[in-house]
């Protein structure tokens, strides 16, 4: 596996699901395939989770590990091509990238969306900078548009939480004061939509998602509609694509309650993490026995230690 960005590029998902278990029941036993290599996790943005989630599946895999957050630890990067460098930024993504390369067999890297500018947060210039120019194998730790790691954990969630075989998933938008990217939100679709699930989006009217992600996923613009009989509500803030960037409303009547909990299937909850408690969820639900927030969060060492077994493997 050269990259990973999108549910193809770990191919058969039940496969996927079938080895991510043996990972977890094993999570010692491929140590040998990360002897006497490296990865470097490159942060261009904040991370609690995915930095320690990713830093602990490639030590469980016998990896050695650099960690760069590199706004704090690097020189400051030049990403416009053609501009004369005479203000603060040292360095040329141009260089930096290859030179990356050199001390490493594996790259990962969290680049978010700045919002300034659509297309150029759609164009993914940062990652496919590492993708072009670093002669590695890349892994998204969540870029402008997508967080793979994170939507193969929910799936890995999904299925250990699963009562019924073909799950009423829905994925409800959920007030917060800034305006968050819709990194998470679309890859989780992507994901879904290859899963045996059933899938339905809610959010108020202007949140609609990216078009090349909702291509034939149910909408409902119900929040209370769309929770009735739900197996899995998956809450997520995001900001306006089609007003990019803009929070358009931060209407309370759409955090996630007991009220709203008590229309559905028993239904567990989900949330990606860090959660604005009593924005996007009340107290009552995220403390109830049906939250599984944190077995979530804990699927991602399990994520990230499947895709890099699979990439060691085919180094
Ligand atoms: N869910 C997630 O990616 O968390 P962090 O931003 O803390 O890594």
Not at 5 to 12: A, H, M, T, V
Request: hydrophobic residues 40%; charged residues 25%.
């Amino acid at each position: 596996m050269k990259r990973f960005l999108k549910p193809s590029d770990i191919g058969d998902l039940s496969q996927a699901l079938k080895e991510a278990a043996e990972v977890k029941n094993n999570p010692y036993g491929h140590q040998h395939l990360g002897k006497n290599k490296t990865i470097v996790l490159i942060f261009f943005n904040s991370s609690l989770r995915t930095r320690l989630s990713t830093q602990k599946a490639a030590t469980n895999l016998g990896m050695n590990v650099i960690v760069l957050d590199i706004n704090k630890d690097g020189w400051q990067l030049e990403t416009e091509f053609g501009v004369v460098m005479d203000g603060d930024k040292p360095e040329h993504i141009r260089e930096a990238v290859p030179v990356i390369g050199q001390y490493c067999d594996i790259i990962a890297v969290r680049s978010f969306a700045k919002f300034e500018n659509k297309e150029e947060d759609y164009s993914e210039n940062i990652l496919n900078q590492f993708i072009e120019f670093s002669g590695r194998p890349v892994i998204s730790m969540e870029s402008a548009t997508r967080h793979p790691l994170q939507s193969f954990a929910d799936l890995v969630t999904i299925e250990e939480h699963r009562s019924v075989a073909r799950p009423k998933v829905v994925l409800t938008w959920a007030p917060h004061p800034k305006a968050l990217p819709q990194a998470v939100p679309n890859s989780f679709v992507e994901w879904m939509k290859e899963a045996d699930v059933d899938l339905t989006v809610t959010h108020p009217e202007g949140y609609e998602l990216a078009p090349e992600f909702m291509e034939g996923v149910k909408v409902e613009y119900d929040q209370k509609k769309a929770f009735e009989g739900a197996d899995f509500i998956y809450a997520k803030s995001w900001a306006s694509f089609s007003e990019y960037g803009k929070v358009l409303s931060t209407d309370r009547n759409w955090t996630v309650d007991e009220e709203k909990m008590a229309l559905t299937n028993n239904a567990k909850f989900m949330h990606c993490l860090p959660v604005r408690r009593n924005m996007i969820v009340s107290d009552g639900v995220i403390d109830s026995p049906n939250s599984i927030v944190i077995q979530e969060a804990a699927n991602r060492v399990v994520s990230a230690q499947t895709v890099l077994k699979r990439m060691l493997e085919s180094l």
